[in-house]
């Protein structure tokens, strides 16, 4: 078995399962009360927003309500998940929430920067999303998903949300925006979004909840069902809350600093497992990306807050697993004011503009791709896919040195009984 490449579909269908479709969720659904894994789509998600860059800090908000799906176990667990954008926008153990979510309103920004693959730029609304075809958060992003709910059993103990949508030509031309150039085009390539054609693959978003389970599954996969190849990417950037306190939780050593942008004064591979400040997001001089390298060392990748935390966990080490890393960095190196449009650091400036009211930080997951605008070959008649699970953090990761709270992410993953597939001398695909 390659790298990326995973099983051909099985063409049998599990019995006794059934899975409902609400296309925009017009039918009201709660499932029995003695179930240990309960569903509802009866309370929608409420989005906010804001009407310019200029009303981020002080509004006004205005909110709209979009259909959501909601799963609740007896562990404490709830997850919900929207369609806008493929994305799962809430999760909660016990009442508190774990994802950042912008309810100080979010607005589109870098519009005609050619920074995000539509020419109307980018709006966060935060959450955990599937990132479909290109770099940059995808082309998907504000594009309603297929949204549907599965029962795994008949007893009620394992439910799913599957989130699901095909690049085709139609779906693309109902973006209604040009798409951008750039960096998002081949070298010399004619048109627009050259870099990334119509692939034909459907991208698939499984959340699952089982009983008795304190954390979140999670199965993305990228389904070729056509005779061609065909050629993407797919990340699973995700939203966490934090403050200056906060630090990145994890084993990785080394990160790639791709992008000359990001502290030019640094090296292109920078050393995090002895820097003071770099594994506090919000100490960053300014924003930046980093990339693990050469791939995600060890199998979890953790960030606290106010003395509880999340850690997004990749059971399985037998095969290279990536990470991208974004903070917007020391917010009172951060301005929001004007700019000229002959200053030379106009565009970064003018994704700046956009940065939230509320602070986060954002890791980027993938099997298949180890950097923004590096592609991935999807082979005909083939599935592929990987699994991660997120789990709660309820307390005691406090700020305490990094190496301490390595220990107790690590303890919380064995507590919760998250089973780690260990990579063996030699083992690696």
């Known amino acids: 078995m390659t790298l990326l490449q995973l099983t051909r579909r099985s063409s049998l269908a599990l019995k006794n399962l059934r899975i409902r479709s609400f296309a925009q969720a017009a039918t009201v659904v709660d499932h029995a009360p003695s179930d240990k894994v309960q569903f509802s789509n009866k309370e929608g998600h409420e989005l906010a927003y804001v009407q310019a860059i200029r009303n981020i800090e002080n509004g006004p908000i205005s909110t ?8 609740k176990n007896n562990a404490g667990i709830e997850v919900k998940a929207m369609a806008q954008g493929g994305c799962m926008v809430q999760l909660k153990k016990n009442g508190q929430e774990y994802i950042w979510d912008n309810r100080e309103g979010a607005v589109y920004y870098g519009e005609g920067a050619n920074a ?3 020419d109307r730029g980018l709006i966060l609304h935060g ?6 075809v290109t770099a940059e958060h995808g082309l998907y992003y504000d594009t309603p998903w297929k949204m549907e709910m599965k029962e795994n059993d008949t007893k009620g103990e394992s439910k799913s ?9 139609e779906q693309r031309d109902a973006l209604r925006d040009a798409l951008s150039v750039g960096q998002f085009n081949r070298p010399g390539g004619q048109g627009r979004l050259s870099k990334y054609p119509v692939t034909n693959l459907e991208f698939q978003y499984k959340i699952t909840l089982n009983a008795n389970e304190s954390f979140v599954r999670l199965k993305m996969s990228v389904v070729n069902n056509t005779d061609d190849d065909a050629i993407a990417e797919a990340w699973l950037p995700m939203t966490f809350p934090i403050d200056e306190n906060s ?4 084993k990785q050593r080394k990160r790639w600093r791709r992008d000359e942008w990001v502290s030019p004064e640094q090296p292109n591979i920078v050393d995090f497992e002895n820097s003071d400040y770099l594994n506090y997001p919000l100490k960053w001089e300014k924003s930046g990306i980093y990339y693990d390298w050469p791939y995600m060392d060890g199998h979890y990748h953790a960030v606290n807050y106010k003395g509880r935390g999340c850690a997004y966990v990749v059971p399985d080490q037998t095969h290279p697993h990536f990470m991208k890393l974004w903070s917007w960095g020391n917010r009172n190196n951060f301005t929001r004011e004007p700019i000229r449009s002959d200053d030379p650091d106009r565009i970064s400036k003018v994704l700046a503009q956009g940065r939230p009211k509320k602070e986060y930080y954002e890791p980027w997951g993938s099997a298949f791709n180890f950097a923004f605008f590096q ?8 599935t592929y896919s990987w699994e991660a699970m997120i789990l709660p953090i309820e307390s005691g990761l406090d700020n305490i040195e990094n190496e301490l709270l390595q220990k107790k992410v690590e303890k919380a993953i064995v507590d919760a009984g998250i089973p780690i597939k260990k990579l063996q001398d030699g083992q690696r695909k």
């Open 247 to 250: 630090q990145i939780i994890c």
């Open 375 to 382: 592609t991935a070959e999807f082979k005909a008649k083939t």
């Open 161 to 169: 949300i599957v989130l699901s949508i095909v690049d085709t030509q």
């Open 64 to 71: 709209r309500k979009v259909p959501a799906f909601t799963l």
């Open 116 to 118: 995000f693959p539509l």
């Open 127 to 132: 959450g955990v999303r599937f990132a479909a």
